[in-house]
């Protein structure tokens, strides 16, 4: 998840499990749990802006959190 803040920050959640084999897998899962997927942000974060749910190739994400986070050591 990504939450944009008022001053244009942004803050990123990543759920690890449950993980997929394809990106159709992935997205039928979001679609039929959306509700759920959301009780749980705000279980979890609080009532934090939730604009969308994405599903994204691990090394995909791994570029995106890089680029969000040049000075970061791996």
Excluded: H
């Amino acid at each position: 998840m990504i939450s944009i803040m008022s001053d244009g920050s942004q803050e990123f959640f990543v759920y690890t499990n449950p993980t997929f084999d394809a990106l159709e897998n992935c997205q039928q899962f979001t679609q039929e749990n959306a509700g759920s997927i959301r009780m749980n942000m705000i279980e979890t974060y609080g009532p934090l802006p939730i604009d969308s749910i994405w599903c994204v190739r691990e090394d995909k994400l791994q570029l995106l959190l890089e680029t969000e986070n040049p000075n970061k050591e791996t």
